[in-house]
């Protein structure tokens, strides 16, 4: 045993329930790299259920996710920032949030498009990563130990990112 403790090894990806198939395809791609992958579950509540009972939901979801944020095994946090209508690189108030523990408990961020107009300050400051839609640089700074078919990673990107 050489007393060294093993490099965390986990990426939490965040973003817009909206966005839940292309966080799947992403987690897909990580876990195809060797490392270990937290993707948020649909919130569930799709019906005509109370508005409280879906806010409880909601933020027991929430909670949950900032936990695996700040578990020590967390190497780094990936927000899919997709644009929306009139919002490039979107990141919403959650993912924001998420972003702002990420940083507190020294987890790299990135974010898989652009930097996003109103938080430009705070993101660069903070030192987030954009990878303008390129996982590859994330992998490296992980130390991703296996290799990806960007193949198929080239299709999620040609029919389901808009850039």
């Not at 997709?82 to 408990?105: K, M, Q």
């Not at 987890?107 to 400051?125: I, N, S, T």
């Not at 903070?126 to 078919?149: E, F, H, Q, Y």
Request: with cysteine; charged share 25%.
């Amino acid at each position: 045993m050489s007393g060294y403790a093993e490099e965390p090894r986990t990426v939490v990806i965040c973003g817009s329930m909206k966005s839940h198939t292309l966080m799947s395809r992403i987690a897909l791609v990580i876990e195809g790299a060797g490392l270990d992958v937290v993707a948020p579950s649909p919130d569930g509540v799709s019906d005509n259920a109370a508005i409280d009972s879906a806010m409880m939901c909601k933020r027991e979801a929430s909670r949950r996710h900032m936990q695996q944020i700040r578990n020590p095994e967390t190497a780094a946090v990936l927000v899919v920032n997709v644009d929306r209508p009139g919002a490039h690189d979107y990141i919403g108030p959650n993912a924001l949030a998420e972003i702002g523990v990420a940083f507190a408990d020294e987890r790299k961020v990135f974010l898989l498009q652009g930097m996003p107009k109103p938080y430009e300050d705070e993101l660069k400051a903070w030192g987030v990563t954009c990878l303008n839609g390129d996982l590859r640089p994330m992998l490296r700074a992980l130390s991703a130990p296996a290799a990806v078919d960007w193949t198929a990673w080239k299709h999620t990107l040609e029919s389901e990112l808009v850039c």
